[in-house]
């Protein structure tokens, strides 16, 4: 494929900087935020206190949720002017459960060089202190905040084989955690990090009700909590009775063929164990 960036323009850098600890920024993000012109920042205060730390003096500009859309094309404007750019989040890397991707996409459709200078990442380290498989996982960031749609977003989730993290805040972290022992299941394991980086860091693990239960006793409802959870064990069989009743709502509004491929979708079910144990069920006596 043909690089047809403009060597003209500046450069777009995806700048990972601390979750907690000032430590953790890397020798190469320090140079990057000391070398550009701009730094688009999510919460701009915080932003210029850790620049103020390392003597960096870049120009900064707010770039959040709700100016996205306004600031993207201005942004946009600077890079293609040649004025390197840094996008920041609050804490950890840019993107993630945080704004950004659009930027990201125009850039790159504009022609612009887009960088990633990476580091920290609360998704990352909660995973990797975890003790639970780390080889497939699955981000679902913040969980609706209404609690019917937070129960129908983890009924979609109870089958889930890959590990599931989630961010919540310590307002809702009770409520969550009910939920979760609701659609997922009492025993399921699942770990807590807490203040992960800083001084006051913990890390807890258990099953979800254990960890419902320890709220506010040996888990303090203070600071900003990462919860990774099981994902569901592959060889847990889904009820027969369960996959036959699913397929007979279903059947009753589509063709056998959408019915078999919603039911698998929804039980967890393998596609042929349903058409399998469906077609069995509804298959006519045979003579003797």
């Not at 060597?7 to 070398?35: E, H, M, Q, Y």
């Not at 993630?96 to 998704?123: F, H, K, N, T, Y």
């Not at 860091?201 to 990462?226: C, K, M, N, T, W």
């Not at 019915?259 to 003579?287: F, K, Q």
């Amino acid at each position: 494929m043909t690089d047809t960036r403009a060597k003209s323009s500046g450069t777009l850098f995806v700048v990972a900087t601390p979750i907690g600890n000032l430590d953790d920024l890397s020798p190469r993000a320090r140079k990057t935020l000391c070398g550009v012109e701009v730094v688009a920042a999510e919460d701009t205060r915080r932003t210029r206190g850790l620049l103020s730390s390392i003597g960096a003096q870049p120009t900064v500009i707010a770039y959040h949720e709700h100016n996205e859309d306004a600031r993207a094309g201005k942004l946009l404007e600077r890079l293609r002017a040649g004025v390197d750019v840094a996008l920041v989040s609050d804490a950890g890397t840019p993107l993630i459960s945080d704004p950004g991707w659009q930027l990201v996409a125009e850039a790159l459709a504009a022609g612009i060089e887009v960088r990633a200078i990476p580091g920290p990442s609360a998704v990352i380290a909660a995973l990797a202190v975890s003790g639970l498989a780390t080889d497939r996982y699955a981000f679902e960031g913040f969980l609706p905040r209404r609690a019917h749609l937070r129960a129908e977003y983890l009924r979609r989730l109870a089958r889930e084989t890959r590990t599931l993290v989630f961010f919540e805040s310590v307002h809702r972290l009770a409520d969550t955690l009910s939920a979760l022992v609701e659609q997922l299941g009492a025993d399921r394991r699942a770990t807590i990090a807490r203040e992960l980086t800083k001084l006051h860091e913990d890390v807890y693990a258990g099953s979800l009700a254990e960890l419902r239960a320890e709220l506010g006793r040996s888990i303090p409802l203070l600071g900003e909590f990462v919860i990774v959870v099981a994902g569901l064990a592959e060889d847990v069989p889904v009820e027969t009775d369960e996959i036959r009743r699913v397929f007979e709502l279903l059947r009753q509004e589509l063709p056998p063929d959408k019915a078999t491929a919603l039911t698998a979708s929804i039980t967890g079910a393998a596609r042929n164990t349903v058409y399998r144990l469906t077609r069995v069920a509804s298959a006519p006596d045979e003579a003797d």
